[in-house]
């Protein structure tokens, strides 16, 4: 597009709800990849990740943020609450995302950190799971009282047609000017970045809800060699961080079945993501307290 800006429209989205409601979910719908990995237990997105959508002359940044954490108080808590907060000071548009029919004390106080003057508009999601429908244009009038939202947007972020109609409400907010990114750009994270992410997904999936939230990965290597047979060929190492033994024993699972598969599917999903074929190695291991020591969670990545 070098050259040819006139006419272009570009902006920021921050997509900003409580754990769950699906933040993540919509905005791999909105880029139309796979980006940021989700899965039905909270705390599953960790980092400000930014996806990128570009429809004919305008182009969609959003920015998919952790869940903001209001139950305990860690290091590693503080530091998912600092990453929501960086995400929503200078957007052109806040994607609030809740359940449709729902407003809890977490929702509140997602809300409450909303600096007036940026429009604002309520995704009302999940509209598949709802059976009373009659029960929704109520609920949207209480809404309207708690907040002055630009728009409502009852959807399913799971419903193309929604995600279409979606597009076109966004555009209006976003400024004239020229593209941030080029024009078949996805995200602005790494591919060693997205392996970490898609194995963590992968150990979420697989896991019982007794594997707390707290374990996370490490990429080791990434040596990415020449290839005679592959377009590309990348031999990764990972390792597991859990923070107890009884934990890893979780997920190595009996004769080490769990960890085949969480390493399996990852490498399956991986191949896809960055086209190439993967041989990938994943380790576990145990560092007792890493979510409560600031400078580990510095150190695995976390700001
Ligand atoms: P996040 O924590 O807000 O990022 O939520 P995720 O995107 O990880 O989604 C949490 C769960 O809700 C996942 O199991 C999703 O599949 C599910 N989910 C997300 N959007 C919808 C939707 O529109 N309808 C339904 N039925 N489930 C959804
Ligand atoms: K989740
Ligand atoms: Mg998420």
């Known amino acids: 597009a070098a050259g040819d800006a006139a006419g272009q429209r570009c902006g920021l989205i921050a997509i900003v709800g409580k754990p769950n409601v699906g933040k993540s979910t919509l905005m791999n719908a909105l880029v139309g990849q796979k980006i940021s990995i989700t899965s039905r237990k909270a705390q599953t997105t960790r980092h400000r990740i930014t996806g990128i959508r570009t429809r004919g002359q305008t182009q969609f940044v959003f920015v998919d943020t ?3 954490q209001t139950r305990h108080s860690t290091a590693l808590n503080k530091s998912l609450n600092k990453t929501v907060m960086g995400a929503i000071g200078d957007v052109d548009l ?6 449709a029919g729902s407003f809890t004390l977490a929702d509140a106080k997602v809300l409450s950190l909303f600096k007036p003057g940026i429009p604002t508009l309520l995704i009302a999601n999940k509209l598949d799971t709802v059976h009373r429908r009659a029960e929704i244009a109520p609920w949207l009038k209480g809404m309207q009282e708690r907040h002055p939202f630009a728009e409502f947007v009852p959807m399913s972020a799971k419903n193309k047609g929604d995600i279409e109609r979606l597009f076109g409400i966004c555009e209006k907010y976003l400024p004239e000017q020229p593209w941030w990114y080029a024009e078949d750009e996805l995200t602005d994270r790494s591919e060693k970045f997205l392996a970490s992410e898609t194995v963590r997904e992968k150990l979420f999936r697989f896991t019982g809800d007794e594997l707390p939230y707290t374990s996370t990965v490490v990429i080791d290597k990434w040596d990415e060699e020449k290839s005679k047979q592959y ?10 961080v859990v923070e107890r033994d009884g934990h890893k024993a979780m997920v190595i699972g009996e004769k080490g079945e769990r960890l085949k598969r969480i390493s399996t599917e990852a490498r399956q999903e991986l191949e896809k993501l960055l086209d190439a074929k993967v041989f990938l190695e994943v380790w576990v291991k145990v ?3 890493w979510a409560d020591d600031e400078a580990r969670v510095r150190s695995f990545g976390y700001e």
């Open 66 to 68: 952790p869940g903001f």
């Open 94 to 99: 806040i994607l609030f995302v809740v359940e």
């Open 231 to 240: 377009k590309r060929f990348i031999r990764i190492a990972a390792t597991i």
């Open 287 to 289: 560092r007792s307290g």
